[in-house]
């Protein structure tokens, strides 16, 4: 027997859950978090439709979202992602939330079953119309014949840029009879080769290797934008309502929480806009209320407790009285009376584990304590009995009418969900992009274990499949095999100065050490800069101007996925960078977790708005990395860079400091040289250093001198 048969047994709630689609208006109460997840997987699995749920919040939509993508297949849950205020969405643009939100709207548009997670913004968010956005999609086939020209056309129409050569999510590159493609919400780029006007072949490749991943006969090439045609020009506008078939369930939770999260968000976009001088934003938000009234999909109303909707009419009403479980902190013998008890009361016992392995784990564990029980399949379910299963529910609960208690490791030893989350890469200093940059000997930095030394490429075999490990030694001759996929953990080591660095034990505790004693550093740096900040809140600093095209433009060019902590401190300083009073910001993170991007981003808006921006390094050695970033980064842009170092001849540094004063360069990177009293600056607005806590004593006096 499955859970679902097992949940068949309230026929109270399957009624309703039928019930759904005809009562266009139903309400189900008394349903705590883990029972949610519940609903939702059973809704999806009587009903068979696609199903959008509006969180009340930003928190409350990536947790749903979090928890319900551990309970389905790949590719079954999705998340729109849409900005609260206005005035974070003009300062940051997120290649990611937009993946997501395009990623969203093409599965809607497939009217098959799954799940799309939201905000109540996203009801106010204009998107084109469902049957536009389709139009705009591309199907590409081999053996068929196309013109080139005009699809060239098509993808800039769709949001495309052209280059020589596609690097990044949202770019197309056409050379001869080769065409490549780089949607945005798909892993890697499309190269399609062409004999004449017939496409002879279509392939999936690694952007950094050029190397072949798939062969495919078939593409969907879908817009590289949710605004098509600048919707906020010709008001040609919908929702993603208008994506969901009508035969679609829509559920609120929490409907009252979403509407005073409504009146509380646009209130604030209302003054935004009172005060934003840009007509860009003016038609970004839609009216709520309208939106609602002109739902036709069937409603769900899920609340833990039972509200007042006065203006609704509510065709169905169900209060479930669920619960939520004991939790037992590990105490076995707690455990075990409590097994007693519902044995006694003939309760339906499901115990999950997050694996087969914990579920033989806890089994024998129970064993120890006098537990008998069992490991059943997910398909033979025993009612009355108790029983270990494996599933991916993140929270326990309990149905009393049926007699169901479900506990899941966390209930009962306080064990964390088990929760899929990206690798982060090392998206700054000497990220490896490819191992043939490395060489045997080369000092190599693992996020995880510290400084090794990299000994080469070895083939080895495990678990009967053969693959290539990039072999790191440690002291000791303790050796580390990392998977080549994995590149990403694994940071090419840059001295200071040339210093050889201190190798690191494998399985010891200096590289923890070493983060320690880095945080110790930032609480003195701290202590410094309060009574700076004493002055300098008297003080009226400059107002930066909101994100442009431009700003837009050189954000979207970075190569790499922004992790969360990037936005939210990219978000953050350009809020601050807004605002009249002036800023000090401390960003702290480990090596190569992308800090310097953030710091570039922060520069870009400064000298956007016809500011010079000063960027302040300990080394020379660090002063040429920075430097050949910001050449790589700023290519593209209108922003003249120079460094200050000691390896330049006077007659060079002459030139820059003539350069500076008179603005014509718009960023230096340089040693403490920046700080000589020869260096002016016509119109300095930003100052960035970085590893301050290395900088003498002199010169931080001259430091908090220019912060003045």
């Given at each position: 027997?499955?859970?679902?048969?097992?949940?068949a047994?309230?026929?109270n709630?399957v009624?309703?859950?039928k019930a759904?689609?005809?009562?266009?208006?139903?309400m189900?109460?008394?349903?705590?978090?883990?029972?949610f997840?519940?609903?939702?997987?059973?809704?999806?699995?009587r009903?068979?439709?696609?199903?959008?749920?509006v969180?009340?919040d930003?928190?409350?939509?990536?947790?749903?979202?979090?928890?319900?993508?551990?309970?389905?297949?790949?590719?079954?849950?999705?998340?729109?992602?849409?900005?609260p205020?206005?005035?974070t969405?003009?300062?940051?643009?997120?290649?990611?939330?937009?993946?997501?939100?395009?990623?969203?709207?093409?599965?809607?548009?497939?009217?098959?079953?799954?799940i799309?997670?939201?905000?109540?913004?996203?009801l106010?968010?204009?998107?084109?119309?469902?049957?536009?956005?389709?139009?705009n999609?591309?199907?590409?086939?081999?053996?068929q014949v196309?013109?080139?020209?005009?699809?060239?056309?098509?993808?800039?129409?769709c949001?495309?840029?052209?280059?020589?050569?596609?690097?990044?999510?949202?770019?197309?590159?056409?050379?001869?009879d080769?065409?490549?493609?780089?949607p945005?919400?798909?892993?890697?780029?499309?190269?399609?080769?062409?004999?004449?006007?017939?496409?002879?072949?279509?392939?999936t490749?690694?952007?950094?290797?050029?190397?072949?991943?798939?062969?495919?006969?078939?593409?969907?090439?879908?817009?590289?934008?949710?605004?098509?045609?600048?919707?906020?020009?010709?008001?040609?506008?919908?929702?993603?309502?208008?994506?969901?078939?009508?035969?679609?369930?829509?559920?609120?939770?929490?409907?009252?929480?979403?509407?005073?999260n409504?009146?509380?968000?646009?209130?604030?976009?209302?003054?935004?806009?009172?005060h934003?001088?840009?007509?860009?934003?003016?038609?970004s938000?839609?009216?709520?209320?309208?939106?609602?009234?002109?739902?036709?999909?069937?409603?769900?109303?899920?609340?833990?407790?039972?509200?007042?909707?006065?203006?609704?009419k509510?065709?169905?009403?169900?209060n479930?009285?669920?619960?939520?479980?004991?939790?037992?902190?590990s105490?076995?013998s707690?455990?075990?009376?409590?097994?007693s008890?519902y044995?006694?009361?003939?309760q339906?016992?499901?115990?999950?584990a997050?694996?087969?392995?914990?579920?033989?784990?806890?089994?024998?564990t129970?064993?120890?304590?006098?537990?008998?029980i069992?490991?059943?399949?997910e398909?033979?379910?025993i009612?009355?009995k108790?029983?270990?299963?494996?599933?991916?529910?993140?929270?326990?609960?309990?149905?009393?009418?049926?007699?169901?208690?479900?506990?899941?490791?966390?209930d009962?030893?306080?064990?964390?969900?088990?929760?899929?989350?990206?690798?982060?890469?090392?998206?700054?200093?000497?990220?490896?992009?490819?191992?043939?940059?490395?060489?045997?000997?080369?000092?190599v930095?693992?996020i995880n274990?510290?400084?090794?030394i990299?000994?080469?490429i070895?083939t080895?075999?495990?678990?009967?499949?053969?693959?290539?490990?990039?072999?790191?030694?440690?002291?000791?001759?303790?050796?580390?095999?990392?998977?080549?996929?994995?590149?990403?953990?694994?940071?090419?080591?840059?001295?200071?100065?040339?210093?050889?660095?201190?190798?690191?034990?494998?399985?010891?505790?200096?590289?923890?050490?070493?983060?320690?004693?880095?945080?110790?550093?930032?609480?003195?740096?701290?202590?410094e800069?309060?009574?700076i900040y004493?002055?300098?809140?008297t003080?009226?600093?400059f107002a930066?101007?909101?994100?442009?095209?431009?700003?837009?433009d050189?954000e979207?060019?970075?190569?790499?996925?922004?992790?969360?902590?990037?936005?939210?401190a990219?978000r953050?300083?350009?809020?601050?960078?807004?605002?009249?009073?002036?800023?000090?910001?401390?960003?702290?993170?480990?090596?190569?977790?992308?800090?310097?991007?953030?710091?570039?981003?922060?520069?870009?808006?400064?000298?956007?708005?016809?500011?010079?921006?000063a960027?302040?390094?300990?080394?020379?050695?660090?002063?040429?990395?920075?430097y050949a970033?910001m050449?790589?980064r700023?290519?593209?842009?209108?922003?003249?860079?120079?460094?200050?170092?000691?390896?330049?001849?006077?007659?060079?540094?002459?030139?820059?400091?003539?350069?500076?004063?008179?603005g014509?360069?718009?960023?230096?990177?340089?040693?403490?040289?920046?700080?000589?009293?020869?260096i002016k600056?016509?119109?300095?607005?930003?100052?960035?250093?970085?590893?301050?806590?290395?900088?003498?004593?002199?010169?931080?006096?001259?430091?908090?001198?220019?912060?003045?």
């Open positions: 027997m499955k859970l679902s048969e097992l949940i047994a309230d026929a709630l009624n309703f859950i759904v689609p005809q009562a266009k208006n139903s189900l109460t008394g349903v705590n978090f883990g029972a997840n519940l609903i939702i997987r059973e809704l999806l699995h009903l068979q439709q696609p199903i959008l749920i969180a009340s930003e928190n409350r939509a990536q947790q749903i979202y979090s928890s319900l993508v551990e309970l389905f297949e790949e590719n079954m849950v999705h998340f729109f992602p849409v900005e205020l206005l005035e969405q003009a300062a940051v643009s997120s290649l990611d939330e937009l993946s997501q939100r395009l990623d969203a709207m093409s599965f809607l548009l497939t009217k098959q079953k799954g799309v997670i939201s905000t109540p913004q996203a106010q968010y204009p998107l084109p119309a469902a049957i536009k956005f389709k139009a999609s591309l199907t590409l086939k081999v053996n196309c013109n080139l020209s005009k699809i060239c056309d098509f993808l800039v129409h949001g495309y840029k052209r280059d020589d050569l596609v690097a990044n999510p949202g770019e197309f590159a056409l050379r001869g080769i065409l490549d493609i780089y945005i919400n798909i892993a890697y780029p499309y190269r399609i080769e062409f004999f004449d006007d017939e496409i002879d072949n279509i392939r490749f690694n952007p950094v290797s050029q190397r072949t991943k798939d062969s495919l006969t078939e593409v969907v090439i879908e817009p590289a934008d949710d605004q098509l045609d600048k919707l906020y020009q010709n008001e040609d506008y919908t929702t993603i309502l208008d994506y969901l078939t009508e035969s679609g369930i829509i559920c609120f939770d929490d409907i009252r929480a979403i509407r005073q409504i009146v509380q968000i646009d209130a604030r976009n209302r003054d935004y806009l009172a934003e001088t840009s007509t860009n934003m003016k038609n938000r839609l009216d709520f209320t309208s939106i609602f009234n002109q739902i036709v999909q069937a409603k769900i109303y899920s609340s833990l407790f039972q509200v007042s909707v006065n203006d609704l509510i065709d169905q009403l169900l479930l009285h669920t619960r939520e479980p004991q939790q037992f902190f105490q076995m707690l455990i075990k009376n409590e097994l008890v044995e006694l009361q003939q339906t016992v499901i115990i999950q997050d694996n087969l392995v914990r579920a033989k784990q806890i089994k024998s129970f064993a120890d304590y006098g537990i008998d069992t490991i059943a399949a398909n033979k379910l009612p009355n108790r029983q270990i299963i494996v599933d991916n529910f993140n929270q326990g609960f309990v149905l009393p009418r049926i007699s169901l208690v479900y506990l899941t490791e966390h009962l030893f306080n064990r964390q969900p088990h929760i899929h989350k990206k690798i982060k890469s090392l998206e700054n200093a000497q990220q490896i992009r490819s191992y043939q940059e490395l060489n045997p000997g080369d000092y930095v693992h274990h510290g400084i090794g990299f000994e080469g070895k080895l075999e495990s678990n009967g499949q053969k693959g290539d490990y990039i072999t790191i030694t440690y002291r000791n001759h303790d050796q580390l095999f990392v998977p080549a996929d994995q590149l990403g953990v694994v940071q090419k080591y840059v001295a200071s100065d040339g210093k050889i660095p201190k190798i690191n034990k494998l399985g010891g505790n200096e590289w923890a050490k070493t983060k320690c004693r880095v945080q110790e550093k930032i609480e003195d740096i701290a202590d800069l309060l009574a004493a002055h300098r809140a003080e009226k600093g930066f101007l909101p994100d442009d095209e431009l700003q837009r050189f979207a060019a970075f190569p790499y996925l922004e992790t969360p902590d990037q936005i939210k990219i953050e300083i350009k809020l601050d960078m807004q605002k009249e009073k002036p800023m000090d910001r401390l960003l702290v993170g480990d090596v190569g977790f992308g800090k310097t991007e953030v710091a570039l981003r922060a520069a870009f808006k400064a000298i956007d708005s016809g500011k010079q921006v960027f302040l390094v300990p080394t020379t050695i660090l002063a040429e990395q920075h970033t050449l790589e700023f290519k593209d842009f209108p922003v003249n860079v120079a460094m200050l170092c000691r390896f330049q001849t006077e007659k060079e540094a002459d030139e820059i400091a003539t350069n500076l004063s008179n014509k360069i718009d960023i230096v990177v340089g040693t403490h040289r920046i700080l000589s009293r020869d600056f016509k119109n300095l607005g930003l100052l960035i250093i970085d590893e301050e806590q290395r900088f003498g004593v002199k010169h931080k006096e001259k430091l908090k001198k220019i912060k003045k």
